[in-house]
């Protein structure tokens, strides 16, 4: 049942260095890869780091005003999702709606990620505190292409009780 894999998901920032098996890895992205998009236009990629690679990108991304989250090091993997270059359409969809698609496209994936990683036993942390700009250049992207979010997924090292909510009727209403 979803709603118990959504009760259990929690945030994250206490990793194992254990490995992530690349197996594991593959049914999370697959599970991205299967998200429903606007128009269906998909407009972004994964990049999974881990090993030196993941420690360079951190200690670029996490560092000066974005060193409270240089926790995430730890975690073994750190999946960026690059939101790809708006084409034509897309631009003329967002202005004329007055709304980026992409973005709610990129939050959905994202949520496919860290529910897929719950169901396999893995912790997870959405990170949106990060240079941007260091994480695009470490990346090697192309001009308007840009580094969204950062998931971090591994071996969860806490256990943390659930976090608080807003209740059903403060963020709810209905109307008929
Ligand atoms: C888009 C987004 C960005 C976030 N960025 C960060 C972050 O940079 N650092 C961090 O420690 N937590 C980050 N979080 C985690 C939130 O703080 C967390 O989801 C919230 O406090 C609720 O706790 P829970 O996820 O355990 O239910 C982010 C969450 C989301 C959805």
Not at 65 to 81: H, L
């Amino acid at each position: 049942m979803i709603k118990e894999i959504v009760k259990k998901r929690r945030s994250i920032r206490k990793f194992k260095s254990d490995d992530v098996p690349l197996e594991k890895i593959k049914q999370i992205i697959e599970c991205a890869r299967l998200a429903p998009s606007a128009r269906n236009a998909q407009p972004y990629r994964f990049v999974v780091m881990s090993g030196d690679f993941k420690n360079r990108f951190a200690d670029s991304v996490f560092s000066g005003v974005y060193s409270p989250c240089s926790f995430v090091k730890k975690a073994p993997v750190i999946i960026a999702i690059v939101k790809l270059k708006p084409t034509v359409v897309m631009k003329i969809g967002n202005a004329v709606s007055h709304n980026d698609y992409s973005l709610i496209d990129i939050g959905i994936a994202g949520e496919h990620i860290v529910i897929a990683a719950t169901e396999l036993g893995l912790g997870s942390l959405w990170v949106g505190w990060f240079n941007r700009d260091k994480a695009n250049e470490v990346l090697k992207l192309k001009k308007d292409e840009n580094v969204q979010i950062l998931i971090a997924i591994g071996e969860k090292d806490e256990d943390p009780e659930e976090r608080k909510r807003k209740s059903f009727e403060d963020i709810c209403e209905f109307k008929s």
